[in-house]
T-cell receptor, first 114, second 112 residues
Framework: DAGVIQSPRHEVTEMGQEVTLRCKPISGHDYLFWYRQTMMRGLELLIYFNNNVPIDDSGMPEDRFSAKMPNASFSTLKIQPSEPRDSAVYFC????????????FGSGTRLTVV | DAKTTQPNSMESNEEEPVHLPCNHS???????IHWYRQLPSQGPEYVIHGLTSNVNNRMASLAIAEDRKSSTLILHRATLRDAAVYYC?????????????FGSGTQLTVLP
């Protein structure tokens, strides 16, 4: 099992550009979570999906953020337009349930917006 | 939402046991206790979880107080690779996954 796969590992972009982060969850995991981690705010849950359907997006900071899960093996988190304050590490995680049995996290995407 | 309280930092010597405490005085009867750790430049990693009874796995042991208001993660022999931030989290048996929140955790330093 390759685990949760995120790409890219690092992304540097200019303010105003569109950024797309990608995630491949573990096969068979019905839940997918997007987190953001910063020094100031720690780990924050942005949105989570169950069976490809967004369940709770109340953590998405602004309309500039959007997430999709077109199928069980792929999800994207898009920021358009990006701003310097979006700089953070973005983690994707998957779980066979809501997390009661534990999450498996990816290695993260470190986003820097200059 | 039930919250957890952990010390900001702890130190341990290599090859000695480490006891990482967590207080969760507002835990409900159906909340699971989860522990994760985050090594530098990596995503959080699941360590162990339990409900009422003590639990053991290859990574660690989890000791849960009888009243469930506190728990302790036990690393039996700390190694340098165990240096990480350790998070104690409560996971409800039902309800929204948003209730699973990460606090600031305990930064464990292992001294050679």
């Amino acid at each position: 099992d390759a685990g949760v796969i995120q790409s890219p590992r690092h992304e540097v972009t200019e303010m105003g550009q569109e950024v797309t982060l990608r995630c491949k969850p573990i096969s068979g995991h019905d839940y997918l979570f997007w987190y953001r981690q910063t020094m100031m705010r720690g780990l924050e849950l942005l949105i989570y999906f169950n069976n490809n359907v967004p369940i709770d997006d109340s953590g998405m900071p602004e309309d500039r953020f959007s997430a999709k899960m077109p199928n069980a093996s792929f999800s994207t988190l898009k920021i358009q337009p990006s701003e310097p304050r979006d700089s953070a590490v973005y983690f994707c995680a998957s779980s066979p349930d809501r997390g009661r049995l534990g999450y498996t996290f990816g290695s993260g995407t470190r986003l820097t917006v200059v | 939402d039930a919250k957890t309280t952990q010390p900001n930092s702890m130190e341990s010597n290599e090859e000695e046991p480490v006891h990482l405490p967590c207080n969760h005085s507002t835990i409900s009867g159906t909340d699971y206790i989860h522990w994760y750790r985050q090594l530098p430049s990596q995503g959080p990693e699941y360590v162990i979880h339990g409900l009422t009874s003590n639990v053991n796995n290859r990574m660690a042991s989890l000791a849960i107080a009888e009243d469930r208001k506190s728990s302790t993660l036990i690393l039996h022999r700390a190694t340098l690779r165990d240096a990480a931030v350790y998070y104690c989290i409560l996971t409800p048996r039902s309800g929204s996954a948003r209730q699973l929140t990460f606090g600031s955790g305990t930064q464990l330093t292992v001294l050679p």
